[in-house]
């Protein structure tokens, strides 16, 4: 089992509380997977690969903490 800490804003958190769901995000992301992996190759900044892994790396049974980021 492991843990993991969500951050959530006061617009989203009210969502996955009441849906009890996690996910990642940011704004201006591409739409398809194809343009996520173009973008994130050219530009290693992005950080959509850490998301990606971030989320996928969850299981049942592990720890949820959300944060609200005011």
Known sequence: MRAHVFIT???TFPVVRDNSF???GTKGIPN???SVIRENLK???K???AMLSD???TRI???KFEEVDH
């Open 9 to 11: 804003n006061e617009d």
């Open 22 to 24: 996690c996910g990642v």
């Open 32 to 34: 398809t997977l194809d």
């Open 43 to 45: 530009d290693g900044r």
């Open 47 to 49: 950080k959509y690969f």
């Open 55 to 57: 989320i996928l790396g």
């Open 61 to 63: 049974g592990d720890i």
